[in-house]
């Protein structure tokens, strides 16, 4: 079992809808829990951090944490053609980083 | 605030060719991460340093690649001598803290021919 899962994808939405990812992890013991957004041919960029239980709104995102049933997701509201890219999930477990795959999503016109 | 600047921003070597790779973290930035990043996959950590301690390098084929960070602050990571599988992204990130958001440079793409 990875130690960080999200599914691959590609997630498709149409523009203006709602988009889900998904994290999952497999220590009870992660601490903090990081979203990060990456363009074809650029470096990762934070979007949300999370460290508690519940829903973390930023904008257009919303980030939830549920410890119990080890997952954090992340949702894209009013999708943009420009949220196009592929999402990582992060989580540091005893002070140890660890990314997920990715899931690429592609907002349609 | 600069960001996390790292050189060069593309290499290509030969295999068994030796190659190094620079890292500036953000200014007060005491955590400092090597990544390699293959394509269609997430970044791996390689390793991690606190200050110039290493936290982690659990990662880090230790045979071919080294890294230092000297004074707590820039970091080069070295791959002596190159595989073909080295090909990647290296990325580096910093934070302020273990537990706190990383910032990532713009990475190194190698290239192992």
Redesign the interface.
Known sequence: QKE?EQNSGPLSVPEGAIASLNCTYSDRGS??F?WYRQYSG?????IM?I?SNGDKEDGRFTAQLNKASQYVSLLIRDSQPSDSATY?C?V?TA????????TTLTVKP | EAGVAQSPRYKIIEKRQSVAFWCNPISGHATLYWYQQILGQGPKLLIQFQNNGVVDDSQLPKDRFSAERLKGVDSTLKIQPAKLEDSAVYLCASSSRVLDEQYFGPGTRLTVT
Do not use: H, M, N
């Open positions: 960080v601490q903090s990081f650029k470096s990762p960029e934070l951090s460290y990582l992060a540091i002070g140890k980083s660890t990314f997920g795959d990715g």
